[in-house]
Nanobody, 119 residues
């Protein structure tokens, strides 16, 4: 079966950095677009960053210049490097895999990893 396993979340001070990883199994990883979403308490789940199978990336305006998404097809893993973190980045971050392109609410999901930005 398909599994997406996120890791790398935690507590970090404002201005700090974290790198999230999502390891995929049960899919032909190179054929899937990958995305990172986040959901804060009481809010909807929003796309943070996406990367196509060909490596094209897109970002939410709120994270442009601070976050970088990348993928390693040999390791079936997608990463999210998060720099200059702000308290408003606090959320549960979810990994998503969708065949071909990212479609809202579709595809496979990981269990989520908590990111808390606080002093």
């Amino acid at each position: 079966q398909v599994q997406l396993v996120e890791s790398g979340g935690g507590l970090v001070q404002p201005g700090g950095s974290l790198r999230l990883s999502c390891s995929a199994s049960g899919i032909i990883f190179s054929l899937y677009a990958m995305g990172w979403y986040r959901q804060a308490p009481g809010k909807q789940r929003d796309l943070v960053a996406g990367i196509t199978s060909g490596g094209t990336t897109n970002y939410a305006d709120s994270v442009k210049g601070r976050f970088t998404i990348s993928r390693d097809n040999a390791k079936n893993t997608v990463y999210l490097q998060m720099n200059s973190l702000k308290p408003e980045d606090t959320a549960v971050y979810y990994c998503n895999a969708d065949f071909g392109r990212l479609r809202p609410g579709k595809g496979y999901w990981g269990q989520g990893t908590q990111v808390t930005v606080s002093s």
